[in-house]
């Protein structure tokens, strides 16, 4: 039996205790989740959304179904789900755009006909599950202005049966809306000081564009997810760690803002020289956050210096002091003590096979994408190589939502 906390004290606790927890978050898209899973542990709804808006239209960004989690093994998630829709009165979470209100529908399969909204069927009749009610709320700024959709679905009574949102749910969630939006718009403004960085290594380096850092981010997380539920980390430290790791991913290849034009968009081969200078991007990259003032700088320093060693020794730059680093000297920038196995940060060896994959998986100006064949065939081939063996067991395990967060940050 399913003990619940009624008392209207408790809740706005409970409340309290989450609107703490999304503060102390730092990246958005982990934020997100974070935001649909505390709303829904505050009325104990069984599954859920979260959209942002984007242009004119509402992109899902995580989905959450207990019913359905308790059907997979240990550590996997449901399958990263990817779709857009135009924000208009016709779907429940657009007309919550449209309005700025919120809707709660009792049940969706008896809505009025005279409401301008309709519930689409399709993922009940595709995954059996059965939706009863949904509670959608914009999530708007003090100035208007719309991030996005949470919307959460099958409140559950004690014994476990779906029932209806009831007047003290709309209130404890209208109360954690405004609060999670503030914690969104902070986010955003971290977000955007990151993606300011990514601009400035693309103009030197035309790979390095907001759908890749974007997609890296999103595959190291998950890998990691996978990988701590694995070993066993306790939901505290993975939380914070997965916050700090998705910034760091994506800001793995900033020091390339430091190597010339000349080089990184040389055209021809390189010369074994000109790869050396490549190479110094590691260490450039790094000395950009030390010395560091938090652990998240600690994470981005690690992630920048180390994810190109490899497990087996082979890669670079190796033990590098930071501080005595020189930009004009090669060999205390890229020729440290080799680094193998355990020795390389955790945070490094996962974002190392996160960035291959997608660097494989993708066109560049100067290769064709891979086959997904190849790909896989290639990371299983360098497990113990290259890769992290656990690291890349992970991997495969979390593949399909990987390959939907491919989908989802597709290059146009």
Known sequence: MINHKNTREQKLQRIIESEKILNEIQDVDVLLERLLTEARSIVHADAGSIYV?????????????DTQQRNLALGQKI??????????????????????????????????????YKFNSQPDLLTGYKTHSILSIPLRTAAGHTLGVLQII???????????????????????????????ERTYLTRGMIMRLVKMA??????????????????????????????????EEQNRYRDSLSIAAMLHDCGKVGISDAILKKPARFTPEEHDIIKMHCCVGAKLFYPYQSLLDEMVLEVVLHHHEKWDGTGYPGEIDIEKANDGDLNSMIHGKPMQKEEIP??????????????????RVYKEEWSEEDVLNEVQESA????????????????????????????V
């Open 346 to 363: 955790l945070s490094a060896r996962i974002v190392a096979l996160a960035d291959v994959f997608d660097a494989l998986s993708s066109k």
């Open 202 to 235: 693309g103009l030197r380096d035309p790979k390095e564009t907001s759908h890749h850092v974007q997609r890296v981010s999103r595959f190291a997380v998950e890998i990691y997810d996978t990988w701590a539920n694995k070993k066993g980390i306790s939901p």
């Open 79 to 116: 399958p990263y789900s990817y779709f857009s829709f135009p924000i208009n009165e016709k779907s429940i979470s657009g007309y919550c755009v449209v309005t700025g209100n919120l809707v709660n529908v009792k049940d969706v399969y008896a809505i009025p006909s005279d409401k301008p």
């Open 154 to 184: 099958n409140p559950l009574d004690e014994e476990g049966n779906a029932i209806s949102f009831d007047d003290d749910a709309e209130l404890y969630i209208k109360h954690f809306a405004a609060s999670a939006t503030q914690a969104l």
């Open 384 to 411: 113990g190589k290259h890769f992290d063996p656990d690291v890349v067991m992970a991997f495969f395990e979390v593949l399909p939502t990987l390959r939907g967060i491919q989908a989802s940050f597709a290059e």
């Open 53 to 65: 808006c984007e242009n004119e239209n509402l992109k899902i960004k995580y989905t959450q179904n």
